[in-house]
């Protein structure tokens, strides 16, 4: 496979080429977006409590403000398309919360306006911020990896970036410095408006300190499609935790530059991106490899998305992977990871520990429309979605006022606890300001259940807690099963345009339990600064400070083979073990390192072993008989 450009790509045209494309709304068909956004926040957006308090803003009279002034224009009078895409789009911008927002209709939807190269932040050995180009597109040679762009049109670059971020807020400010980097470069058109600039003029300093300045244009494609179908009742649209404008920028990474990855994808079957990586079916989900640091060699398992329809499939991919890398020690890397199946995030977490999983409970906003939706599907009639534990407590809040349902897992529990443990080596995360929704969720569930030490190269994770639905998915909701609802709000959208919302906020459990997740996020226990090293030589320096985490760890082993009523052991740091048949006790060792055989006095279908080092449960694994 070659790294040449992918056709999408090749095929690119210019800013102001794509744009004299656009512009057919009727004022009529503003008007019903409006209307339809009015629904959307005032009934459906869980959030919207928290985000008017937080950060001041009133979405809801900013939408009929805009509405009043649609009613006094005319076809012949009405603003230019740009200005109603603008406004609406600020209107949704405003809440920072990156699950609700506000889609651009054709001919935005599915294109990406992009710059040839990327940036990334790191800092020098005395905290100096540095802005160096991280990777181009194939064939663009006007400005080099390695690069230390200074300005941009003339502003700093670090102001450049947080002015941008202003304008793609983020729950938090480091989420605001991330989003404002990666738009800089990087524009999923079906959320955030075309740039203003047909081109850009970046002044930089080459590797060995020479000043330089270029001019580079705007160009436009096709992005990659997504994974799901957000608008079809389906359980991973309803499933879904994903920030659409970090999954979209991460299709377009791979379309820019990885289109090897593209290939291998299309190719199908195992495949390796590197020399040292453990070959994958899933190469734009995983990456897996020994990595040598200056504390000893560890696995690395990046994560770039959750975003897949089968979460079976995703777990069993990971625990193969696992299975195949050092087992004293597991980097868990999910930078830039959006979030995706909100199943896939959580089934993971029971992987690295002994101890029971319990997913993160969601609850509805009280409002009638919820409640509408969910009485429609509370004995889940089409086998798709089981809203029936959120009924009752929506269905009593007219009289005992509660403003949120009852909170219950999306998730399910037996799935979160199926595999258990297989991982008995240390864990430790990598988050940064890019995670986002399902990702946040199961960094909570990392930090909830203490997985592991979580090492963050930012202050904070990108703080998104819901599941979200689209415009589409919620009126087919009250389409089906047949008949539908005749008196439905929900319009459809003229030229494509679509919206999305915080429909079920997420809650923290462990000892944050009940805390959102929402404008909070994960903080790190453990922060590393991106080097210069880091952006140019595969996060050398940011693997080492991973690597010495691990080291101060404790390795265990936990090997179990069972015959007949045989139970083989194998066990490193451990000082006692108890073995359960089918869920009921069975046996209990006291047990050094080493090799032990434990009889039974009956087989069963399932036999389960938990480790102990003084008293404490470290370790279990289930083994079918």
Known sequence: MTATAHPNVAHSVGLAEFLATAGSLTLAQRKLIVDQALILLEQNYAHLPLKVAMHAVNPVQRLRVLRARLE?????????????????????????????????????????????????????????????????????????????????????????????????????????????????????????????????VVSYRTEDGAPGEVRVGWQVTENLPPMTDADALSPAAAAQGVDLDSDEKARAKKLLHAPKVVQAEAAGGAVAMAAQDVPTTMPGVFRARPVVTPSGTFGHLRIFTFSVDDPDAFLAEFVRLAALLPQNGLIVDVRDNGGGHIFASEFLLQTMTPRRIDPEPVQFLSTPLNLRICRRHADDPTGQLNLGPWFPSLDSSTETGQAFSCSHTITPVDGANAVGQTYHGPVVLVTDARCYSATDIFAAGWADHELGPILGVD????????????????????????????????????????????????????????????????????????????????????????????????????????????????????????VYVDGRPATSLDVTDGVHTATLGAAGSQVRVEGFADGRLVAARKVAS
């Open 72 to 200: 006094r224009q005319t076809d012949a009078t009405a603003e230019p398309e740009w200005q109603f895409h603008r406004e609406l789009s600020s209107t949704f911008h405003s809440v920072r919360d990156l699950h609700t927002n506000y889609l651009l209709p054709a001919p935005f939807a599915g294109k990406i306006a992009f710059l040839p190269f990327q940036l990334e932040r790191c800092f020098t050995a005395d905290g100096t911020e540095q802005y160096l180009v991280a990777r181009t597109v194939a064939d663009f040679d006007g400005l080099a990896v390695g690069a230390e762009v200074t300005h941009w049109n003339g502003t700093p670059i670090a102001r450049a970036v947080a002015v941008n971020g202003a304008n793609f807020c983020g729950s938090n400010t480091a989420a605001n410095l991330a989003r404002g980097l990666e738009s800089l470069t990087l524009r999923p058109l079906v959320i955030q408006l075309p740039p203003d600039e047909e081109w850009v």
């Open 459 to 578: 202050d904070n994770t990108g703080a998104g807690g819901a599941n979200v639905w689209t415009h589409g998915l919620l009126s087919t909701l009250l389409k089906i099963p047949a008949p539908g609802d005749a008196e439905s709000p929900y319009k459809t959208l003229p030229n494509n345009a679509n919206m999305r919302v915080s429909i079920r906020r997420t809650l923290r459990v462990g000892k944050l339990a009940g805390t959102p997740v929402e404008d909070l996020g994960v903080r790190p226990t453990h922060r590393h600064q991106l080097t210069r090293a880091d952006l140019l030589q595969g996060n050398v320096d940011l693997l080492a400070r991973a690597g010495a985490l691990l080291a101060g760890l404790p390795v265990r082993r936990l090997g179990v083979a069972v015959e007949g009523t045989t139970v083989s052991l194998d066990t490193v740091n451990l000082d006692r073990v108890d």
